[in-house]
């Protein structure tokens, strides 16, 4: 079983950017299909980006196109979410996740493995 931990989390002005690192343990990275989601009071969770194991296969919600990248090193056990141009509606709580699953999910049903979450506030 593998144990998540984000990182990265903080206050940033509209237009800024950040960088999350999420670092597994307990099992390799590679063995999974990582995922960011986030989570904004009084919403669902809602997906963000995600990526396969080892062929750089990559998904993103529309929102976030453009803006965001998710990116892994399965050498340090790291993914990380490049969140450029940021805006004050995507203040929440981002989660990192981990899926066994063949293809490159988009629901959280699909994903095992939940981080404890960082929080980002993006200020206007």
């Known amino acids: 079983q593998v144990q998540l931990v984000e990182s990265g989390g903080g206050l940033v002005q509209a237009g800024g950017s950040l960088r999350l690192p999420c670092t597994a343990s307990?099992?390799?990275?590679?063995?999974?299909?990582m995922g960011w989601f986030r989570q904004a009071p009084g919403k669902e969770r809602e997906f963000v980006a995600a990526?396969?194991?080892?062929?750089?296969?990559?998904n993103y919600a529309d929102s976030v196109k453009g803006r965001f990248t998710i990116s892994r090193d399965n050498n340090k056990n790291t993914v990380y979410l490049q969140m450029n141009s940021l805006k004050p509606e995507y203040t929440a709580v981002y989660y990192c996740?981990?899926?066994?699953?063949?293809?490159?999910?988009?629901?959280?049903?699909?994903?095992?493995?939940w981080g404890q979450g960082t929080q980002v506030t993006v200020s206007s």
């Open positions: 990526i396969s194991r080892s062929d750089g296969s990559t």
């Open positions: 307990g099992r390799a990275l590679s063995y999974y299909v």
């Open positions: 996740s981990a899926s066994n699953s063949w293809s490159v999910p988009v629901t959280t049903g699909r994903y095992a493995y």
